[in-house]
């Protein structure tokens, strides 16, 4: 709702609160993904190692992008210890990401489509 928001009334012209907004959704995505790992059930080695392999279409980069992922060729313990490390830092991030979108929001103002007084 919030970027459909966004995209409707042309928030998007603020180009710098605007990436920062997109930045902070892939963080989250990426928080939730690497939470969604971890418990490495069958079903989410599963989707893991289908939403993973998205990033071996990649030109040139994708190979080695799935490698870095998963810390190998195979999933082991630094694949758990990479994922519980990013899970653990990404929500620090996202906080930092949010007060900077904040920030910018303040500096340029944000949309008010509907006209309510901020009084």
Same mark, same amino acid.
């Given at each position: 709702a919030h970027m459909g928001r966004g995209l409707y009334y042309g928030s998007y012209a603020f180009r710098e609160t605007w990436n *920062?907004?997109? *930045? @902070?959704l892939f963080t989250v995505m990426a928080t939730a993904f690497v939470g969604y790992v971890l418990p490495w059930g069958q079903m989410s080695f599963w989707g893991a190692t289908v939403i993973t392999n998205l990033l071996s279409a990649i030109p040139y980069i994708? $190979?080695? @992008?799935?490698e870095w992922t998963w810390g190998g060729f195979s999933v082991d313990?630094?694949? @758990? $210890?990479? #994922? #519980?490390? #990013?899970? #653990? *830092? @990404?929500?620090f991030i996202i906080l930092a990401l949010a007060m900077v979108h904040l920030i910018f929001l303040h500096e340029t103002g944000s949309n008010n489509p509907t006209g309510i007084p901020s009084d």
């Open positions: *920062i907004g997109v *930045i @902070l994708g $190979t080695t @992008l799935v313990k630094a694949t @758990l $210890t990479r #994922f #519980f490390a #990013f899970h #653990f *830092i @990404l929500p």
